[in-house]
């Protein structure tokens, strides 16, 4: 039998753009339904083993927090499980970030989700989209017991790489203005290291000295985020390019990053103070894609313009983590923003210009590759996602936003715009 469902509003992907915009949804009144192809809600936080929320806070010691809303309600209920919450701005770029073990995250995810209203379902993977003259009308889903159809009124898209958009034939954009994306990463957790944190230029120095005594070390340069206090963290420097998204490109990427992880490993070991007994917890398991696809929306949030920190009247919600660019295996590129500083993220940057009714949040919205080196980070993709919840709930009617009425439900909602 054929299984059906009906709702107002519907999301796919439950990261964190897609829990804020499921939730957002339904705290706005709108019947919500949630898809998610992996087991487990978090998204790149407990898929991939990123574990440190950025874009909570404006950069430098003086930080202010500029995304409360849910996404603050994560962090709360984080810390109610003995999280350390305090932000850490960085020694090496002031950037501030929030650590975490992504096994709570799940947890706090499936709670949030429990108290909600919203319909959800893990293992459900959407593979194709009915599009009529720009209306969306119902996704097809696939389980391990056939398929289902979600027929709804409007539609987000976080499901990080625009897949929504993209099988309903709408244009993305892709990389920068020569076609080339950031490098991914596929982060791995090591325990019995050093309770201290572990320097940049440390690592760096350790790396070098492994290449120079034979070990295969491709990118020279990134970090080992460390839960504060503890014996274990989380290296993301295994990285390379994926230049496409399909089954045959993600199995060769992942295969030649879990060997990388080994390459990193023995180089920590030998060449890292303190590393001789660090031991491999896990990987991944999934690679952490950075840069995918993108919407082309009603608007366009541009690098060179969020830098300078603009605030705009049709703001719904703000962004303030440096663009952090990796194309390069000998350093990582910040742009940054002046500190204590944000920027405003239009409602237009959520809104796919060639449908009426389908939105975006997380690192699909419309932007330039340089802006998305910000907007991309967990943080801000709690506050876009909500947005874009609320702006789907509140035009069901797919009638044009009103911008002013996504703003009070989003102030209602405790969020920051």
Known sequence: MQRHIECDVAVVGGGAAGIAAAIGASRAGARTVLIERNPYFGGQAT?????????????GENYDQVVQGIGGEVLKKLEAYGTNIHPRPSKSTGNVS?????????????????????????????????????????????????????????????????????????????GDAEGKVQQSSLPFRIDNIPAREILKPDIEAALKKAKENGIEIKKETGLIIKIPDKTYGYCTIP????????????????????????????????????????????????????????????????????????KSDDSIARGAWSPEMHKSNTSIKYTHIPDNEYFSIPLGCLKVKDAKNLWAAGRTISTDS??????????????????????????????????????EELVNQGALI
């Open 98 to 174: 929030v650590s975490f073990n992504p096994e709570y995250v799940k947890l706090v995810m499936d709670q949030m989700l429990k108290k909600s209203s919203v319909e959800y379902f893990l293992h459900a993977q959407m593979y194709e989209v009915v599009n009529n003259n720009g209306m969306i009308e119902e996704i097809k889903c696939t389980d391990d017991e056939g398929t289902f159809t979600v027929k709804a009124k409007a539609f987000v898209d976080a499901s990080g790489n625009a897949n929504l958009v993209h099988f309903a034939g709408i244009a993305t954009n892709w």
């Open 370 to 407: 340089l802006a998305l080196g910000s907007v991309r980070v967990m943080g801000t993709g709690f506050a876009t996602g909500q947005a874009a919840g609320v702006a789907a709930a509140l035009t069901l009617d797919n009638t044009s936003y009103d911008v002013k009425a996504v703003q």
């Open 47 to 59: 898929n991939s083993q990123v574990t440190a929320y950025c874009g909570f806070f404006t950069r």
């Open 239 to 310: 990285s390379t390019i994926v230049p496409t998204l399909d089954a045959e490109t993600l199995t060769e990427t992942e295969m030649e990053l879990r060997s990388q992880v080994h390459n990193y490993a023995m180089a920590f070991k030998n060449y890292l103070d303190g590393f001789q007994d660090m031991i491999i917890s896990s990987s991944g398991p999934a690679v952490g894609i950075r840069e995918a696809r993108r919407i082309i929306g009603d608007k366009m949030l541009k690098g060179e313009e969020i830098i300078m920190a603009p």
